[in-house]
């Protein structure tokens, strides 16, 4: 770095800016930049203060690690932000870790020469020791939030992948999911042609920054951003393969763009060129996208490798695309082995005469869709459902799903464990709410349920499932996790592990099956060499599985009855027992007092289920905590195997979402 540089980023920084030329002076002489690789450790948490450091290009990630060594994010610091003085100034190690988020420079000034500044510049000292101060009394040094940026990147190893219109419709599904800053960075060879423009109505006259000839000043960046009529904006860049640096100024104008935008999205060629490999390293998520066929499959599996092993890149961080513009007849775990790698999102076919702006012009398309799902996950937008437990209580989820379908409240990601499970599968099948309040018709009379309960010795459970297995199919088919509408975790219980098995991807009516198995009424589903039972074993409301995922947003449903629902329900029945029998006649409801009173009589199966509710209530009860939102349908004076009144189960579900709207509108708006 030339002095007269290092002299002119030091006026630049705003700490130093009202220093006079002495001091400013000073400061040239007693400092250095020091570069640090994209991923590179700057300083660890527990390591003695040795440098003040000042972001010059590039950004820097401040963290810390929890209990479980996680490293928890705590702030994101952009150009002309300074970090590693609190612990300078109070002479203790530091509390905190930082790391370069991709390639920076850093003005760094060693301890002793920090402390030689401060007394030749005691407004200096003043300003951060009021900054230290505030920090302290507010405590906020582990909680301070601060503007986060994201920086995706969407490429392809060959041309005609779609890759275009899916890094416009990204950016325009981000903007619309997230209402955050959002612009494209379309960058393309010197003797290329931009796409963007014709596909965004830009025209033909727009403004493109060469990284060749441009200066080190990109004070005038700004000026050459096309302002996009739908939200998002968009800035052209040309670059000369041969000239080393125009990736140092790619990233310089980074540093430019993440104080303003919250997401930036790279639009890179289909060049495998060192710049837009070496571009590619300062990603934060890489967006490959890739045709099902097996030669596009293959070029797909070699680039990942070369992601991997030649610039190191984290596989977590990569995020594979199958757009479906070609035929193939590879399965999708065919298209996975081909890969070698998991495949993020799949991007059907787009319909003839389509806009490319699909998200905004077809937004109930099959494309748009997957875009929207893909911007929420990308945007830490996603909705996540649970189901829980409650056999004919379960119903109640029906009416739920009925509110969500009428609302359009988004779910990006649903949940259930036993009855939960089955009604989930059938939504996320395609079945709307409606058709599968019709599927439950089928025990329109009480005596219907041993329909499905086909008796068998005792030995690990005195229901074989059969009969449960035949009704499901005629509804579930062969389908797998693949043919889902939207993602599906399905949970079941390795009692003998005592651990949770969680189902997403095979055959998706084992998966159910598993979920089902009640321990002691029906036999264990054999799975490779696991005994496996019902979910609710374990998570009677599945939270936890979308918790783990990511799913910061969750609405759960629990069906299951506290204790006290419990006591009020045999309190309930009690009553309606003691109606005399000259009422009961002359209402006809001698049949509903005999039904009552078996009901009430203490029978094996009966028991099971009460013993398990008693302890699937507790459960649940802790579930619950890791929800935004609980739905608890009130269910008093309902048996838990009346599945002949499934219509009454889901009117109650849907009474009880209609009364938490506000609430639940709340928390996916926040």
């Given at each position: 770095?030339?002095?007269?540089?290092?002299?002119?980023?030091?006026?630049?920084?705003?700490?130093?800016?009202?220093?006079?030329?002495?001091?400013?002076?000073?400061?040239?002489?007693?400092?250095?930049?020091?570069?640090?690789?994209?991923?590179?450790?700057?300083?660890?948490?527990?390591?003695?203060?040795?440098?003040?450091?000042?972001?010059?290009?590039?950004?820097?990630?401040?963290?810390?690690?929890?209990?479980?060594?996680?490293?928890?994010?705590?702030?994101?610091?952009?150009?002309?932000?300074?970090?590693?003085?609190?612990?300078?100034?109070?002479?203790?190690?530091?509390?905190?870790?930082?790391?370069?988020?991709?390639?920076?420079?850093?003005?760094?000034?060693?301890?002793?020469?920090?402390?030689?500044?401060?007394?030749?510049?005691?407004?200096?000292?003043?300003?951060?020791?009021?900054?230290?101060?505030?920090?302290?009394?507010?405590?906020?040094?582990?909680?301070?939030?601060?503007?986060?940026?994201?920086?995706?990147?969407?490429?392809?190893?060959?041309?005609?992948?779609?890759?275009?219109?899916?890094?416009?419709?990204?950016?325009?599904?981000?903007?619309?999911?997230?209402?955050?800053?959002?612009?494209?960075?379309?960058?393309?060879?010197?003797?290329?042609?931009?796409?963007?423009?014709?596909?965004?109505?830009?025209?033909?006259?727009?403004?493109?920054?060469?990284?060749?000839?441009?200066?080190?000043?990109?004070?005038?960046?700004?000026?050459?951003?096309?302002?996009?009529?739908?939200?998002?904006?968009?800035?052209?860049?040309?670059?000369?393969?041969?000239?080393?640096?125009?990736?140092?100024?790619?990233?310089?104008?980074?540093?430019?763009?993440?104080?303003?935008?919250?997401?930036?999205?790279?639009?890179?060629?289909?060049?495998?060129?060192?710049?837009?490999?070496?571009?590619?390293?300062?990603?934060?998520?890489?967006?490959?996208?890739?045709?099902?066929?097996?030669?596009?499959?293959?070029?797909?599996?070699?680039?990942?490798?070369?992601?991997?092993?030649?610039?190191?890149?984290?596989?977590?961080?990569?995020?594979?695309?199958v757009n479906e513009y070609k035929f193939s007849k590879l399965t999708h775990l065919q298209q996975i082995d081909f890969l070698g790698h998991n495949v993020f999102a799949?991007?059907?076919?787009?319909?003839?005469?389509?806009?490319?702006?699909?998200?905004?012009?077809?937004?109930?398309?099959?494309?748009?869709?997957?875009?929207?799902?893909?911007?929420?996950?990308?945007?830490?937008?996603?909705?996540?459902?649970?189901?829980?437990?409650?056999?004919?209580?379960?119903?109640?989820?029906?009416?739920?799903?009925?509110?969500?379908?009428?609302?359009?409240?988004?779910?990006?990601?649903?949940?259930?464990?036993?009855?939960?499970?089955?009604?989930?599968?059938?939504?996320?099948?395609?079945?709307?709410?409606?058709?599968?309040?019709?599927?439950?018709?089928?025990?329109?009379?009480?005596?219907?349920?041993?329909?499905?309960?086909?008796?068998?010795?005792?030995?690990?459970?005195?229901?074989?499932?059969?009969?449960?297995?035949?009704?499901?199919?005629?509804?579930?088919?062969?389908?797998?996790?693949?043919?889902?509408?939207?993602?599906?975790?399905?949970?079941?219980?390795?009692v003998k592990e005592k651990e949770p098995i969680i189902f997403e991807k095979g055959p998706l009516l084992d998966a159910v099956m598993a979920s089902c198995a009640m321990?002691?009424?029906?036999?264990?589903?054999?799975?490779?060499?696991?005994?496996?039972?019902?979910?609710?074993?374990?998570?009677?409301?599945?939270?936890?599985?979308?918790?783990?995922?990511?799913?910061?947003?969750?609405?759960?449903?629990?069906?299951?009855?506290?204790?006290?629902?419990?006591?009020?329900?045999?309190?309930?029945?009690?009553?309606?027992?003691?109606?005399?029998?000259?009422?009961?006649?002359?209402?006809?409801?001698?049949?509903?007092?005999?039904?009552?009173?078996?009901?009430?009589?203490?029978?094996?199966?009966?028991?099971?289920?009460?013993?398990?509710?008693?302890?699937?209530?507790?459960?649940?009860?802790?579930?619950?905590?890791?929800?935004?939102?609980?739905?608890?349908?009130?269910?008093?004076?309902?048996?838990?195997?009346?599945?002949?009144?499934?219509?009454?189960?889901?009117?109650?579900?849907?009474?009880?979402?209609?009364?938490?709207?506000?609430?639940?509108?709340?928390?996916?708006?926040?």
């Open positions: 770095m030339e002095y007269a540089d290092k002299a002119l980023i030091i006026k630049e920084i705003p700490l130093f800016s009202k220093a006079n030329k002495e001091q400013q002076a000073l400061l040239n002489e007693r400092s250095k930049v020091a570069e640090f690789k994209k991923g590179q450790l700057i300083y660890e948490e527990g390591s003695p203060a040795s440098f003040f450091y000042c972001v010059i290009s590039g950004r820097v990630e401040i963290f810390m690690h929890q209990d479980n060594n996680a490293a928890k994010a705590l702030e994101y610091l952009h150009r002309g932000q300074y970090f590693g003085m609190i612990s300078l100034l109070t002479g203790e190690p530091h509390s905190v870790s930082a790391r370069a988020l991709n390639d920076c420079r850093l003005l760094v000034i060693k301890k002793e020469d920090f402390d030689f500044i401060l007394k030749r510049i005691p407004e200096m000292a003043i300003g951060l020791s009021q900054t230290l101060s505030r920090r302290l009394k507010n405590k906020d040094i582990h909680q301070k939030s601060v503007f986060e940026s994201m920086v995706v990147s969407v490429f392809s190893s060959y041309s005609q992948a779609g890759k275009s219109i899916y890094a416009l419709n990204l950016a325009l599904g981000l903007y619309k999911e997230t209402g955050k800053s959002v612009i494209i960075l379309d960058v393309a060879p010197k003797d290329k042609v931009h796409s963007l423009p014709s596909r965004m109505d830009l025209g033909r006259e727009f403004k493109i920054f060469d990284l060749a000839s441009a200066a080190s000043d990109y004070s005038h960046v700004k000026q050459l951003i096309e302002r996009d009529k739908f939200g998002i904006d968009v800035l052209f860049f040309a670059y000369d393969p041969d000239d080393q640096t125009c990736l140092r100024k790619l990233v310089d104008i980074f540093t430019f763009l993440v104080n303003d935008y919250n997401y930036l999205v790279l639009d890179l060629p289909s060049l495998m060129d060192q710049f837009v490999f070496k571009a590619l390293n300062q990603s934060d998520y890489i967006h490959i996208l890739t045709s099902p066929d097996t030669v596009d499959l293959r070029r797909t599996h070699n680039l990942i490798e070369r992601l991997k092993y030649d610039f190191h890149f984290q596989e977590n961080k990569i995020k594979i695309i799949t991007l059907p076919r787009i319909e003839l005469l389509s806009s490319d702006r699909i998200v905004l012009d077809g937004p109930e398309s099959e494309y748009a869709r997957v875009i929207r799902r893909i911007a929420r996950q990308v945007g830490d937008r996603l909705v996540g459902l649970a189901l829980g437990v409650g056999v004919a209580y379960g119903f109640c989820h029906i009416g739920v799903l009925k509110v969500i379908e009428e609302e359009k409240i988004p779910i990006d990601v649903i949940a259930g464990s036993s009855m939960g499970a089955i009604i989930a599968s059938l939504w996320a099948t395609g079945h709307s709410s409606a058709q599968i309040l019709k599927i439950t018709q089928e025990f329109k009379e009480p005596k219907y349920v041993w329909s499905l309960i086909d008796l068998t010795l005792p030995f690990a459970g005195f229901i074989k499932g059969n009969k449960l297995h035949n009704f499901l199919k005629r509804y579930l088919g062969s389908k797998t996790f693949y043919d889902l509408k939207l993602p599906l975790k399905i949970v079941a219980s390795d321990p002691g009424v029906f036999r264990p589903f054999a799975f490779k060499e696991a005994a496996l039972f019902d979910g609710g074993v374990i998570h009677p409301l599945p939270t936890e599985p979308l918790f783990m995922m990511g799913i910061n947003k969750i609405i759960a449903v629990n069906v299951t009855p506290t204790r006290q629902d419990i006591i009020s329900q045999r309190e309930f029945l009690k009553r309606e027992l003691s109606i005399t029998y000259e009422t009961v006649k002359k209402r006809r409801w001698f049949d509903l007092k005999n039904y009552l009173r078996g009901k009430f009589k203490t029978n094996i199966l009966d028991s099971i289920f009460s013993s398990i509710e008693y302890m699937q209530s507790e459960l649940a009860q802790r579930e619950a905590g890791l929800a935004d939102i609980v739905l608890h349908p009130s269910t008093g004076g309902m048996h838990w195997l009346e599945l002949s009144r499934a219509k009454e189960f889901a009117r109650i579900g849907e009474e009880e979402t209609r009364k938490n709207l506000d609430r639940i509108w709340k928390v996916i708006n926040e």
